[in-house]
């Protein structure tokens, strides 16, 4: 029997692994007994496992979905971007690692009140908690589009059901069952990876050589291009917005920080580090050549595409249509793990950052635990609430709506830690200035209707600069007066 695309056995291998994950967050759930475990899985985790849990929290479904669905419609101009992430790990490694582990925060913003002030703290992490609930939204909408476009079911009921299910585990099981989880699921979407590759490769003319063939004579091999325009993804374009977007994720992102102090010293966080740009190289590559696979698989096969009412589709449509029963089951419980990781992981972040930042300075840390599973549980309904908006907007490109808002919302925070790290002649007032005029640029920038204004992903460069400039001058300002 067939339901929508997807079979009987399909559909009880995806129920039985949302279930499988409830019951994680039931068992965790008596080893959170106070916030330290809830918010840091009381710094016991083996390094390995911190590593899965860091890839699996920075890879979600814009990686898993939309990577593909991007190269299915365009070409390889993307792929630069993970050099980038290489560039910011050995900055992070070297020089911020260290430091956010002898702070003893568990908050990266406390930091920010004790070098600059209590205004560039609640700023920051307002704007964290921001981030954070647009991206639970971007990262929940995509599998529901996956959901819907195999199984007919509505788009909307798909985003409540797989937020729903990511609410119940986040909020009971804490961060060391996040972690534990996000090994697990990161094993499954490789599983998945490697069985959608294998039926491109058997079902294309050539196999690999020919998958390659095909995107070389019809020009989606353009990954290198070193022309020095900036209004679109070139070569240089792509590398300057991806060591940013990278950088802002592992000096300022909360999700990133907090699982530094996950392990028990500095070498084990600095090893899950490097690991993890390991696992992430190799996982981002798959997915930019199971994009190219798609494409060429059809091409191969009478270029009988598929119709689709948005390109983000195309992953699942792919694995619902191609793969046997059970295996296209399996593959779609990946993709509800690439996406459970990711929301989980947003939402303890965001409790942390919530409860630390905000509550625990109104209420002088009562009930800490018990406001942390509240954050988690209110990120989770507005992250749900904006994913149904932007299930019913026309978006050509969830990966690209996800660089706009990451250049857009964390270049700045990854600035404030630049500048109290590195440059101690600006001070709180130059610190608050130059984050909003960061703010200024950078929204300034997206809403301007100029065709040749620089592409999205330069955006947290600018944004960057302007920032640097600004809370130089304000802070000699401010001295002086």
């Known amino acids: 029997m067939v339901t ?4 009987i056995l399909d559909w009880a291998i995806v129920i039985a692994y949302l279930v499988a994950i409830i019951c994680v ?3 965790f759930s008596r080893r959170n007994r106070s916030s330290d475990a809830y918010f840091k899985g009381g710094g016991r985790l083996p390094w390995w496992v ?3 849990s860091i890839y699996a929290t920075t890879f979600s479904p814009l990686t898993f979905l939309a990577i593909p669905a991007l190269v299915y419609a365009t070409d390889l101009s993307y792929y630069p971007i993970f050099f980038g992430a ?5 900055v992070a490694v070297r020089w911020f690692l260290p430091f956010f582990r002898g702070g003893g925060w568990v908050s990266a913003y406390e930091y920010l009140e004790q070098r600059f002030n209590l205004a560039c703290r609640l700023f920051a992490s307002a704007a964290f908690i921001l981030f954070m609930v647009s991206l639970t939204a971007i990262v929940a909408y995509l599998p529901a589009v996956a959901l819907s476009a195999v199984s007919g079911l509505d788009v909307n ?7 729903a299910a990511a609410i119940v585990y986040t909020a009971l099981g804490g961060m060391e069952a996040l972690a534990w989880t996000d090994f697990a699921q ?3 979407i490789f599983v998945t990876m490697f069985t959608v590759l294998g039926v491109i490769c058997l079902g294309t003319d050539g196999g690999v050589c020919g998958v390659f063939s095909l995107a070389a004579a019809h020009d989606k ?8 325009v900036f209004s679109r993804p070139g070569f240089w374009v792509v590398l300057i917005g991806g060591t940013i977007a990278n950088l802002a994720t592992y000096i300022s992102d909360q999700r990133v920080i907090q699982r530094y102090l996950t392990v028990k010293d500095v070498p084990a966080a600095a090893k899950s580090m490097w690991a993890q740009i390991a696992v992430g190289f190799v996982s981002s590559t798959l997915c930019f050549f199971i994009g190219l696979g798609i494409w060429a698989y059809y091409q191969s096969n009478g270029a009988d595409f598929p119709t689709l009412t948005r390109n983000d589709q195309i992953f699942p449509v792919f694995i619902a249509s191609k793969l046997p029963m059970g295996l296209a089951g399996l593959a779609l419980a990946g993709i509800a793990a690439a996406s459970v990781s990711t929301l989980s992981a947003n939402m303890n972040s965001t409790a942390a950052a919530f409860a630390t930042d905000f509550y625990a300075r109104l209420f002088k840390g009562r009930n800490t635990l018990l406001c942390g599973k509240a954050a988690s549980l209110g990120c989770g309904i507005l992250g749900c609430a904006f994913a149904i908006v932007l299930a019913n907007m026309n978006i050509v490109s969830a990966y690209e709506q996800f660089q706009r808002y990451l250049g857009m919302l964390t270049a700045g925070l990854a600035c404030l830690f630049l500048m109290g790290r590195f440059m101690p002649c600006v001070n709180g007032v130059g ?3 130059g984050l909003a005029a960061n703010y200024v640029v950078t929204f300034g920038l997206d809403l301007l209707p100029w065709p040749g204004k620089p592409h999205l992903l330069l955006y947290g460069l600018l944004g960057m600069l302007v920032c640097l400039v600004v809370a130089v001058l304000a802070s000699r300002f401010s001295s002086a007066h």
């Open 431 to 433: 610190a608050v200035c």
């Open 186 to 188: 990161t094993i499954l």
């Open 50 to 52: 911190t590593a899965f």
């Open 221 to 228: 091999l353009n990954a290198f291009d070193f022309s020095p």
């Open 157 to 163: 009921l798909s985003i409540v059901v797989v937020m």
């Open 4 to 7: 929508g695309g997807i079979r």
């Open 25 to 27: 967050g039931f068992a």
């Open 86 to 90: 290489v560039a910011a790990t050995a």
